[in-house]
């Protein structure tokens, strides 16, 4: 499709070139006009005019295409939220009726894979919301929030120990991708904590902080880590996408984010909220 265009953009621009100069030729040698500014007026409309047709063959197929994704993405998600929905229901149903404790761990490990599939759905759903300029800014209790996350984080990661530390903590901000945020944060921590499984969450006077005792990141590493796929340890599971996508909403919340971090001792992520 964009291969085409190219060709076709191509095109009518050598066509396009090609006839200003013809018609400069027959103003300037034929019919002789040496007003220079009836040139210059004469110029500027046909240049005005190629503009028109070249923004419109550039545009309007790209505006299309994207249109026709956006569609896509919310017809796959209206689709996806039904298979969860229904998994969600049956396991709540037949966890009821297991009484072998093998039988509620697996039963356990499912729920909770579905509920990742669920946070998936719900990110990929922000993200459209997102792009529609249709978020959602409310009053948020940041303690609550960040409590509720690390309960449905802890599920996921049971051999993990979360200390908390919050303080009553109000801000106004968009909870969904807040939300996601955390949740990111967390479980980089989670993933980088190699030997000691513990995670220390603080949240201080409109700050919180993240601190794992993992494997940390040096001085050089830590300016690469926002650059999209890029992750300092290859073996970890994941795309590389996570942190990139923390830095772009915390520059659009007016969210302070910055990184402490050491070789072998841990990583603290600090984010600075602006007070009410």
Known sequence: ???????IIFVYYVVTAIAIMTILYYFVAVIKIENIFILIFILSLLITFAGIIISKLSIDPLFEHLTNLQNLSKETLHELNLPISTIMTNIHMLKKNLSSEKDLKRATRIESACEMLQQRYNELDYMIKLQSSNVNYETIDLDKLIESRVEFLNRIYPHMEFTLDLIETQIKNDKVGLSKVV???IDNAVKYSLNIH?????????????KDYGCGIDDVELLKIFDNYYQCNQNMKGFGIGLGMVKRFCDANAISLKFRSKP????????KFKEN
């Open 1 to 7: 499709m964009f291969h085409n265009l190219r060709i």
């Open 183 to 185: 949740d990111n944060l």
């Open 198 to 210: 513990k995670i220390d969450i603080q949240l201080q006077g409109f700050t919180l902080y993240i």
């Open 264 to 271: 072998n001792i841990g990583t603290t992520v600090i984010l």
